[in-house]
């Protein structure tokens, strides 16, 4: 076939393929394989995925569920097939929500050295990853993973531990900078120094690692100085930026706002949140945060959770800023209830491109938890107030991303096989 076709014909040919079968392809000959693993292809090849999913609505959503092994739910629910503690799989963000495939992570060196059971999803960025082992305790093992390929790559351990910092809260984030083309994981630790000292404050520091370098940034206090909200809650990627709900620790009254880190400049900067937000009942708890991107995934969103006694009573306000960095511009586009008496909106997942809102409900218990609780995924029409059951419940933990195939780290000497 090389010596009938030009190359800018094999070229043509061979974008047009998956992922895997292009994986296969670099093994027909050495010019393919050359072509194929080539920095310029690889990013020709992701830009002609994610035309086609716009063109064919062929997006898909990443997945992931577990339940503990001691869960009560096992005892209760044993009679349900193909229930496992800890599952990835890919779904079409489509209206029936159909089923992509199941993937599966097998990393005998993050294995050997995990402090968990399994690992966090961090975020999801041009088909790749990012693992975290931080679900219940402190561990050190971050992995940029790609499941169309099936290739990992093992992060060297953080500069920030527990015993170089003591103990500590941390916050992580996964982006990409289009400018340098250069995939960054940043970590931002807040020590409890002062919670033992009560003239002492508390610090907080950010490192960041970058792929292109393989290695981690000396830490360095961030600017301003502040707290995050939400431990191990997934940060928000829009517009070159991640996002994190914080307030102030320099004040004697809290002040909330979105901490945005500059994946090109690695600086940050304050965004303010909506003016009618009742910080007092967030203060006292009975209002919590989460930043989140739009479905179009040009638009930085705000899901604000008012909880009650009386599970009728919580609400879930949604929010969009539609000019990026103007506080004018915050938008509310719905307030929802819990489907029923019985239930409880207990998380926003992630939008999807429909503009409907994934979500935790939970069944039959209050919003601190009974051993009874049962949860499942639903999706919400915005509009309509309309929730469509996903057919998926029983689990304890979710997070759900878009994601695209790609063949980034394909190129990448240190990245293993998984």
Sequence with gaps: MSDYLPVEVITNILLRLPAKSLVICTSVCKSWRSMIKDSSFI?????????????????LLLLHRFYPKDSSLEGRNSSVDGVKNDVYSLHYDNS????????????????????????RVVGVCNGLVCLADDLECYGYTF????????????LPSPGLTFQTVG????????????????????????DQYGWNDKEAE?????????????????????????????????SAFVNGALHWDAHGL?????????????????????IMMPKCLDWDSLCLGGMTLRSSVSGDGNSLALFVRCSSDSNADSLLDVWVMKEY???????KLTTLRPPGPEGNLHKALCFRKSGEVVMICNFGWDYYGSRDAESELVSLDLVSGHFKNLGICRYK??????????????DRSEAVSC
């Design 43 to 59: 990013g020709a090849h992701h830009s002609r995925t994610i035309d086609s999913n716009n063109r064919h609505g062929t997006h």
């Design 397 to 410: 933990h979710y997070t759900m991303d878009p994601y695209e195939e790609s063949l980034v780290l394909l």
């Design 143 to 154: 992995l940029i993973w790609n499941p169309s390929i099936r290739k990992v790559v093992t």
């Design 96 to 119: 029936s929500f159909d089923d992509c495939c199941e993937i599966g992570l097998q990393c005998p060196i993050a294995e050997r050295g995990m402090h968990n059971e399994c690992f």
């Design 325 to 331: 960095c103007v506080e004018e511009s915050w938008t």
């Design 250 to 270: 320099r004040s004697s009254t809290r002040r909330y706002f979105i901490l945005a880190f500059d994946v090109g400049s690695e600086l940050f900067q304050e």
């Design 202 to 234: 508390n610090r907080t520091f950010v490192e960041v690692y970058s792929l292109a370098a393989s290695s981690w940034s000396s830490s360095r206090l961030i600017d301003p100085q502040c707290g995050l909200s939400g431990i191990r809650s997934p």
């Design 167 to 190: 103990g500590y809260d941390a916050y992580h984030g996964f982006a990409f900078d289009a400018v340098t083309k250069d995939y960054k994981v940043v970590r931002i630790v807040e």
